[in-house]
């Protein structure tokens, strides 16, 4: 799937922008992957909801979500 093409439309991410963590709105485990605003991936791992982000740097990043077989991608905003 691509970007927001999901049948999903409600946010899945919040805050956005964020200063030091996100809530992933899933119900269910969800797999999250980080990427740099280069397209590197900075971070792989499997939320069910908080994910504590402080050690990252103000700056833009795209989340990708993955949660039964669907995948959506976001920007996400990291402010000071």
């Known amino acids: 799937t691509g970007l927001n093409d999901d049948n999903e439309t409600e946010t899945l991410i919040s805050p956005n922008p964020f200063r030091n963590t996100i809530t992933i709105h899933k119900s269910e485990t969800t797999h999250l992957r980080l990427m740099d605003s280069l397209g590197r991936t900075i971070m792989l ?19 990708t979500i993955t949660s039964n077989g669907h995948s959506q991608t976001v920007k996400l905003l990291k402010v000071d």
């Open 45 to 63: 791992s499997q939320v069910s909801e908080q994910v504590d982000l402080t050690d990252l740097s103000p700056g833009l990043y795209y989340a």
